[in-house]
């Protein structure tokens, strides 16, 4: 079993407490959590334990606020070169989690949204942003980057830029070698076995509805 691993409840607005709630409940033994501004709202809801309060503060509710400890806010100015979400991604790999799974950062602006998706590139494969339709993973370029999905799930490669040597097994359309440019070629492919994903250069997101916690 990975240790160090990290719940963050980032900071979007469309909050889907009954989604977040269930993956909380089955997940939360040996996670810390942090809460990114807003998530804390979430946290307090839920009644998560909280390790690290991340952000700007400018959109969580003050009275929520207060009722946490100074010791554990990182507060950060409002206008700055980074993200909440960037920041406290930082923080994480610097105190050494092995698995940071992102929770209530999709929805609401797209622009926030793209941004959290580059985010994954901090870390790929170590970091997985987990919706209510599925997880998005940055991939390592040069590595066998390997996924247990249910037998005829659906996943997809995204390429952000032009992917050279993209080769996958385990699947029903499998590639070897080939290059992605900005197409939809890797669109919904199904999962058949344990599939492997590995291509040499390049930007490549790996999206499954599976949920990989």
Known sequence: MVENRL???????????????????????????FAVDKGLEI????????????????????????????????NYPKDKDQSDTEIAISIALKENYQEIFLLNADGARMDHFLFN?????????????????????????RK??????????????????KCSGVSITGCKFPLNGTQLNLTSLTLSNIALEVVTVQ???????????????
């Open 43 to 74: 946290c307090s809801t839920l009644n998560l334990p909280v390790k690290k309060i991340i952000g700007d503060f400018d959109s969580v509710d003050p009275k929520i606020l207060d009722r946490y400890s100074s010791s554990l806010k990182c």
């Open 199 to 213: 291509h040499d250069k390049g930007k490549l997101l790996f999206f499954s509805e599976d949920r990989l916690i």
């Open 117 to 141: 998706t580059l985010l994954l590139f901090m870390a790929p494969m170590r970091i997985k942003m987990i919706t209510s339709s599925g997880t998005l993973i940055a991939l390592k370029e």
């Open 7 to 33: 719940f963050m409840i980032c900071g979007s607005p469309q909050m889907d407490l009954n989604f977040i709630e269930r993956i909380m409940g089955k997940n939360l033994t040996n996670f810390d959590v």
């Open 144 to 161: 066998i980057n390997q996924f247990h999905l249910q037998s005829n799930s659906t996943f997809s490669l995204i390429p952000l830029e």
